[in-house]
Structure formats: C-alpha cells, structure tokens
C-alpha cells in the first residue's frame, strides 16, 4: 500500500504526464503545482494555472478508473473521526471569506480517454452545504485497511448543465 506522499506525487506525475497535454488548447497557458505547499495545506489548491496576467487556483482529483458521474469530495477519515476533511475545510472557508480554490477539477484515465469535469469551487460546495447527510458515499483505503477515507458524492444532477464544464479527449502524453 501507498503511502499518502506517494499517492499525492504519483497523481501530480500523472497530471502532467496526461492532463496537461491532453487539455492543452482549452487550458494553453502555464501550470505550476501546488502539493505540499502551505496553499495546498490549508487551502486545498493542488495547482495554479496561469495565462497572460490571468491566474486560476484548481483543485484536482484524478481517478485510474471508469468515469462517474459524482464530485467526489473527501468527507471523514476512520483513523481519525473527529477530523472534517475537505467539505468541513472549504465550507468553514466560504463562511470567513478565506480562499479556495477557483475551480474544481475531477478526471478520470479511463480506455485511452481522459475524462474531465471542472465546476467553480463555490458552487460545488454551496449546493452541497446541508446536503451531506442524504449523500451517498464510497471509501478508499490509505495505508491499512482500518484506515479509510470516506467520500460523499456530489452528483451531477445537482447542477445545471452550464455550471459543469465536460472535457472527453483522446489522452495525449508528455513522457
């Protein structure tokens, strides 16, 4: 089993490797990983996207799976019930005006495809915000297997579809 720094370096590899050239006419510009920094930390920005003097602060998830039709939004960790993770974090953010990320990117690597669904962050989680009890949920072990996170799904249908932007392109790769 992986430990968490590993997984977190193996999924920025892969962002490079295969999302950045895969998306890379819509998102042309400069990417700049934030992972392990204080802005990821607290914040939860994974990378900072720049084009021009225009900069957007994202917040990535990439699955080596079949695509879902879900945020997935890390919700609880069984080692450590008492903590809120990221739902608890972004809401109390929202609430004191501290930043978060612009946009929220979930993709999957699936069959030779990249599959892409990048929704402003505020909106994801707002629509969300006394929703998390009635959402249904799914967990991933970390380093055992009394060790789990739980996520709870944000699915698609909550949102209209302009709110939810949908990329599904052929990878293309950075080796």
């Not at 998390?132 to 699915?155: G, Q």
Request: with cysteine; hydrophobic share 35%; charged share 30%.
């Amino acid at each position: 089993m992986k430990t968490t720094q590993e997984r977190l370096k193996e999924s920025d590899i892969l962002w490079y490797r295969y999302v950045i050239p895969t998306v890379q006419t819509r998102f042309p510009g400069q990417w700049r990983t934030e992972i392990g920094t204080e802005r990821d930390l607290k914040n939860g920005i994974d990378y900072t996207y720049t084009e021009g003097s225009k900069e957007i602060t994202i917040s990535a998830r990439l699955w080596k799976s079949r695509p879902c039709q879900h945020f997935a939004l890390r919700w609880k960790r069984t080692k450590y019930p008492e903590m809120g993770l990221e739902i608890a974090s972004r809401l109390e953010a929202i609430r004191k005006g501290e930043e978060i990320s612009d946009l929220t990117m979930e993709g999957f690597l699936y069959s030779g495809r990249l599959w892409l669904a990048i929704i402003d962050t505020r909106t994801l989680y707002t629509a969300i915000d006394g929703l998390i009890p009635f959402m249904s949920e799914f967990t991933v072990e970390n380093t055992e297997p009394e060790d789990l996170t739980i996520f709870k799904r944000a699915p698609f249908d909550l949102f209209t579809p302009y709110q939810i932007e949908k990329i599904i392109l052929p990878l293309k790769t950075v080796l």
